[in-house]
């Protein structure tokens, strides 16, 4: 067992305090709250030896008596997966993370955002962390991906980048297994990735060693640069109605004739969308 670091932050889960909102996203996404009688349970992360780093980091922020052990069992990716757990049973500790938003039980569909106010985008990168990837792809692009259950969390990430890159992103579950698969490339990765784990946060080291290597990287000049949708708002699809006639409305709004017919087949068959206030 092991007490809080001294120079730990003075009140468990202040979520404006960015290493706890980090703490906090991290657990919300890949940590388990479980209970049994007697007001018995525990809060539980359990991750691959190699980050057991950050297991560490979260014991010495918690005021509370809480363990870490290690294990080795097979898989159904390893035949020998060695890993460590962080385990928290204190009934105080789990009353505060509870209410904050970690239901117990199964939770990635029921998660959301913290309803308090908190440290966005350490909250994000906690979340990015425990449920996304950083890094290149084959072909050597930069990337920053979620893979969430939650509606509310991956509809938070894409509203939250949105702000940071400008890149905007629609969410869909998968038919294959129901998860929403979020995905930023190229500058919107890499401004996105510098914006997460900026110098001196807390993270996963070899994440924020991912994410350090994006800034390297240049669009090479013979890569054509997407132009980004024009999505139509409600004041514009009031005035193709109004208008009524493709080619007329193309010349007002300053989009093209093909763009006006097919959005205005879509407003008058009732196909949508219709445009969010």
């Given at each position: 067992m092991a007490d809080q670091d001294p120079?730990?932050?003075?009140?468990?889960?202040?979520?404006?305090v960015p290493c706890y909102a980090y703490m906090f996203g991290f657990?919300?996404?890949?940590?388990?709250?479980?209970?049994?009688?007697?007001?018995?349970?525990?809060?539980?992360?359990?991750?691959?030896?190699r980050d057991i780093g950050l297991l560490h980091d979260f014991q010495r922020l918690t005021p509370f008596n809480s363990s870490i052990t290690e294990r080795t069992r097979a898989t159904?990716?390893?035949?020998?997966?060695?890993?460590?757990?962080?385990?928290?049973?204190?009934?105080?500790?789990?009353t505060i993370?509870?209410?904050?938003?970690i239901p117990?039980?199964?939770?990635?569909?029921t998660i959301t955002p913290p309803r308090v106010d908190f440290s966005r985008r350490d909250y994000v990168r906690g979340v990015i962390d425990a449920d996304g990837?950083?890094?290149?792809?084959?072909?050597?692009?930069?990337?920053?991906?979620?893979?969430?259950?939650?509606?509310?969390?991956?509809?938070?990430?894409?509203?939250?980048?949105?702000?940071?890159?400008?890149a905007e992103r629609t969410i869909k579950r998968n038919a294959r297994d129901g998860f929403y698969?979020?995905?930023?490339?190229?500058?919107?990765?890499?401004?996105?990735?510098?914006h997460l784990y900026y110098d001196g946060c807390l993270a996963l080291e070899r994440k924020?060693?991912?994410?350090?290597?994006?800034?390297?990287?240049?669009?090479?000049?013979?890569?054509?640069?997407?132009?980004?949708?024009?999505?139509?708002?409600?004041?514009?699809?009031l005035k193709l109605l109004d208008i009524g006639d493709a080619a007329a409305a193309a010349v007002e709004l300053g989009r093209t004739e093909s763009g006006c017919r097919q959005r205005l087949t879509r407003l008058r068959t009732g196909g949508g969308p219709w445009p969010r206030h």
């Open positions: 120079s730990a932050p003075a009140r468990f889960m202040d979520l404006q657990l919300q996404a890949d940590g388990h709250l479980s209970q049994q009688s007697r007001q018995r349970g525990q809060l539980a992360l359990e991750l691959n030896t159904n990716f390893a035949a020998s997966s060695h890993t460590a757990i962080w385990a928290l049973s204190a009934l105080e500790a789990r993370v509870n209410e904050l938003g117990y039980g199964r939770k990635s569909k990837s950083v890094g290149h792809t084959g072909k050597g692009f930069p990337f920053v991906s979620l893979t969430t259950a939650s509606t509310a969390i991956g509809a938070y990430l894409c509203h939250y980048a949105k702000k940071v890159t400008g698969n979020i995905l930023y490339t190229n500058e919107a990765a890499v401004e996105l990735a510098s924020k060693t991912s994410a350090d290597s994006l800034s390297t990287w240049i669009r090479p000049a013979d890569m054509p640069k997407m132009t980004p949708r024009h999505r139509w708002t409600l004041p514009e699809d």
